[in-house]
């Protein structure tokens, strides 16, 4: 089975950088995708990593160690609209993916 | 990247009532699968849609309940079965997409069902 866990929620001041950890334990594993879902929206895709190390992507960076079973997602340079929440998942296989519950972060002016 | 029309978006249903749920994709694509979102929890697979085959359930939904179809590589339907207030959730089409990465994951806007 898939177990993910990441934080419920988060708070950060708009300009500075906030770090959401996920980890993971899973029965098979090609690849780790984070999402950003804000209020009343569909999931949108922001990073991915299959490889271990960091993968850049401007403001965003997402991070992979697949030894430890561990990711973050670090935000840089946050502004309000990246209040949203933000949901770490898994994809075994047979092409499925498992969601974590999802971090909401608070971005305060 | 795909682009996903879902409907209804929203309805409210009476208990014992079913309601089906389109999505149509503006491309072909092999894998579609169909999660529920229960308010304020995040993304439970219910099952993957399987083109001219029976789709594969997850663990605690079955067919009766949640039954699928998946006539060819662009449309597909879940039903809502015999619905309760238990029901009452967010329903979400996905299909995985030539994107950034290879298992990127596309959604449809959600259909917000209110069992009463």
């Known amino acids: 089975g898939q177990n993910i866990d990441q934080p419920t929620e988060m708070t950060a001041t708009e300009g500075a950088i906030v770090q959401i950890n996920c980890t993971y334990q899973t029965s098979g594993f090609n690849g780790l995708f984070w999402y950003q879902q804000h209020a009343g929206e569909a999931p949108t895709f922001l990073s991915y990593n299959v490889l271990d190390g960091l993968e850049e992507k401007g403001r965003f960076s997402s991070f992979l160690s697949r030894s430890k079973g561990y990711s973050y997602l670090l935000l840089k340079e946050l502004q309000m609209k990246d209040s949203a929440s933000y949901l770490c998942a898994v994809r075994g296989g047979a092409g499925k993916s498992t969601f974590g519950d999802g971090t909401t972060l608070t971005v305060k002016p | 990247s795909a682009v996903i029309s879902q409907k209804p978006s929203r309805d409210i249903c009476q208990r014992g009532t079913s309601l089906t749920i389109q999505c149509q994709v503006d491309?072909?694509?092999?894998?579609m699968f169909w999660y529920r979102q229960q308010p304020g929890q995040s993304l439970t697979l219910i099952a993957t849609?399987?083109?001219?085959?029976?789709?594969?359930?997850e663990s605690g939904f079955v067919i009766d309940k949640f039954p699928i179809s998946r006539p060819n590589l662009t449309f597909s339907t879940l039903t809502v079965s015999n619905m309760s207030p238990e029901d009452s959730s967010i329903y979400l089409c996905?299909?995985?997409?030539?994107?950034?990465?290879?298992?990127?994951?596309?959604f449809g806007e959600g259909s917000r069902l209110t069992v009463l």
């Open positions: 996905s299909v995985e997409a030539a994107g950034t990465g290879p298992g990127e994951l596309f």
């Open positions: 849609a399987n083109q001219g085959s029976e789709a594969t359930y």
């Open positions: 491309s072909q694509v092999t894998m």
